[in-house]
């Protein structure tokens, strides 16, 4: 993994506001009922994580009552979350440290009926204190931006709710924490404002968003 800093990468090219643009055409050019309900259930949550608003990801209507979260990756390992409390503090967590906050480059998406497929290069903002076990050099009072080669797959049960996320790191090419200047951290209040114009009610699930 590499350490960077500002004047080996440029974090300006990085906008919130465009983390799910991947999604956003996919669902521009699907006509499937079913499918553009899942779509558009993904982004509300992918936009509701990044804006601190983690509550409203465990609604009934968007997630089942007992999601399990699966990860494996290459600088934390695997671990996985079972039910709403485990789910529910690591969203917290993340969202009172200002750990809440991604971007995402370079990314694909695909659609079923039962599933949502993503991969790409994200990135985390990350307290340094969390990833020092790393044998780099790190400031454990410094944010930095993990930056990471993932894919995700993210289940959803018959009536469009999340069943929950499996997520792993497919390669570490792109494997790097980016120091970031205090000015270039975004709190998550700042983020919350800025993708609440992007944050869509979902449509009423209907018949026609049963799977054939």
Known sequence: MKLLDSSQFDVSRLDITRQNVAVEKVLEHTDDPRHRYLL???LRHRYLESAGRWEEILDPALTVDEPHYRFD??????FALHGKDEVAALYGHWTATDQCVFYVEDESVAVGDHMV???GIGYQQTLGSEVAGTGLDI???AMYL???QIMMLWPYDDHGRLLGEDVWEFDD???ALIRLDPA????AEQAGRLLDPFIKPLPAF????LPS
């Open 73 to 78: 990756l290459i600088a934390q390992g695997r």
């Open 206 to 209: 209907d018949d026609s968003m």
């Open 40 to 42: 558009q259930a993904y």
């Open 146 to 148: 993990l930056r990471s």
């Open 117 to 119: 497929v993503g991969r």
């Open 139 to 141: 400031d454990p009072e």
């Open 184 to 187: 270039d951290v975004l709190t």
């Open 173 to 175: 090419a792109e494997k």
